[in-house]
């Protein structure tokens, strides 16, 4: 692409970022650009508190240019984790998944093929994961308790998604693969049930254990899955997992959680804050939370729900409205 079909490409998505960016470089590809200028370019549109998908695809198409020095990527590294962490691509483009077929790739998630295997109790954490809380967590969105939603961040940084406990919202990131977003619903789930069993812990261990779930599921589902974060280490703690070594006093799992963990703390996502604690909501919510959660549970049973190989909520006809009903009515709606 030469410097004229960057441009109009670049103004047919967003003209304001498209002209500071003529501004900046001089309408040249080759130009470097240093902190100051891409921080001109940038700061105007996320001062809105609102980026668009176009607008998303705009900053992504600045961001991969060649000409940006480290000082300016770091810059805008930073400030496309500050709009992820603050809502911004959230309120530019996202929309409510509700129906049966818009939450056809949560049911997928986390059918059996991918949660099935999940069975391990965290030596950071002290949770013990299995399928059925992954269920719960499932049952939770269909009564509405835990909203999902999918944006467009244009895949900026690679981010798939995330879970908020205090808005107990999952946030679905589009452009992932199948498999990848798959993994990524898992990892996030994983989180929702942390939040949602009241957890107090620190962010390398509850990251921990959403890294090993998400490997557990992707591995478990596809041998040849190659898009893990931490691959070493999460095949290595998925391995003891299927041979059933995942107790928290086994030497070797315990090693392979603590080899995990070592490369997260190591990361520069998660070196700020892998001590930080994890707490979830306040009293009275946390105490909320579990009893919902502790209800999902009774009426969710893995073996119940995945009965005769049928992954579908919907089949479970009575008992399902039955369940929904009762959820709604503890949560007060």
Do not use: C
Request: net charge positive; aromatic share 10%; no cysteine.
């Amino acid at each position: 692409m030469d410097d004229r079909e960057f441009f109009t490409k670049l103004a047919s998505l967003d003209r304001g970022i498209a002209d500071r960016w003529k501004r900046a470089t001089g309408g040249r590809l080759s130009a470097r650009v240093g902190e100051k200028a891409v921080e001109a370019i940038v700061i105007p549109v996320l001062l809105t508190k609102k980026v668009t998908a176009s607008q998303a695809q705009a900053l992504a198409m600045v961001f991969h240019t060649e000409g940006l020095n480290t000082e300016a990527r770091i810059f805008m590294v930073t400030a496309i984790i500050a709009a992820y962490d603050n809502d911004i691509f959230f309120a530019g483009s996202a929309k409510p998944l509700i129906t049966r077929d818009d939450l056809q790739p949560i049911d997928a998630a986390l059918g059996m093929a991918n949660v099935g295997k999940i069975h391990f109790t965290s030596p950071g954490t002290g949770m013990t994961y299995a399928p059925d809380l992954y269920n719960a967590i499932r049952g939770l969105i269909y009564a509405g308790k835990i909203r999902v939603f999918e944006a467009d961040a244009a895949l900026l940084l690679t981010r798939l998604g995330n879970y908020r406990g205090d808005l107990n919202r999952i946030v679905l990131y589009k452009g992932a693969a199948p498999a990848a977003r798959a993994e990524m619903i898992v990892h996030e789930v994983t989180h929702a049930i942390q939040d949602w069993r009241n957890l107090d812990s620190t962010v390398k261990f509850i990251e921990a254990d959403a890294y090993i779930a998400g490997a557990v599921a992707a591995l478990g589902a596809n041998p040849d899955y190659s898009f893990l974060e931490y691959k070493a280490e999460q095949t290595a703690a998925k391995e003891l997992i299927l041979d059933g070594s995942a107790a928290r006093m086994d030497r070797a799992w315990t090693e392979a959680y603590a080899n995990l963990v070592k490369r997260i703390e190591a990361t520069p996502t998660y070196r700020a804050s892998s001590n930080l604690k994890f707490g979830g909501a306040d009293k009275k919510g946390r105490a909320d939370k579990a009893t919902l959660f502790k209800d999902a549970l009774a009426y969710f049973k893995a073996d119940n729900i995945f009965a005769a190989a049928v992954d579908d909520f919907y089949q479970m006809g009575s008992d399902a409205s039955k369940y929904v009903k009762r959820l709604l009515a503890l949560g007060g709606k």
